[in-house]
């Protein structure tokens, strides 16, 4: 699937788009990853901390559960050259798509990365047959809700896990058909 007007091509469930800066390649995780994912984590979350009343789930997370992600095959990473970039998690909760733990290197950070990670998983749970996609964000950090607003995500739900305030975004997937008016089965 090549998207108009970008470098992206989906192959394999491999994104490669080229930008004047790097290539960008998507795929899975591997266990020797898991000291580079924690730290990404920890990098990208530790501005996050400060505004919140308790430390980020990610941020508790040890090495042994993303391991466990990593050889469930839910765990991916973003590279640039041979370093990575990024960091997401993706799998399925029913027929609904679910993104978490997405992270990006400060360093890369403004390079439309994020952008492209959140695109593989559309794409990815799309080849699924995920009927839509799910993220969480904190209701405190406004810049999450804006940006996955602008990539499509609307708020479907907010609640409170552990004292802070959690909005759930989701993007659906299918595409409502038009049914004719002569449809011998409409109601």
Do not use: W
Request: net charge negative; glycine share 6%.
């Amino acid at each position: 699937m090549v998207y108009p007007n970008r470098n992206i091509e989906y192959r394999y469930l491999v994104v490669k788009a080229m930008h004047n800066y790097a290539e960008i390649q998507i795929r899975r995780a591997e266990l020797s990853e898991v000291d580079a994912i924690k730290d990404i984590l920890r990098e990208a979350y530790k501005p996050i901390k400060k505004e919140l009343s308790r430390m980020p789930g990610a941020l508790k997370e040890g090495m042994d559960k993303i391991a466990r992600h990593i050889q469930m095959g839910n765990q991916y990473v973003a590279l640039i050259g041979n370093e990575i970039a990024g960091t997401m998690r993706i799998g399925m909760r029913g027929q609904v798509g679910v993104v978490s733990r997405m992270a990006v290197r400060e360093k890369f950070r403004n390079r439309r990365i994020g952008t492209i990670m959140v695109e593989y998983a559309d794409n990815l749970l799309d080849h699924q047959n995920a009927t839509c996609i799910e993220i969480e964000v904190y209701g405190s950090i406004d810049y999450q809700a804006d940006y996955y607003d602008r990539m499509g995500f609307s708020e479907v739900e907010r609640k409170e896990r552990a004292g802070e305030e959690i909005i759930v975004m989701r993007k659906d997937l299918c595409e409502e058909e038009e049914i004719p008016e002569e449809d011998e089965f409409r109601i």
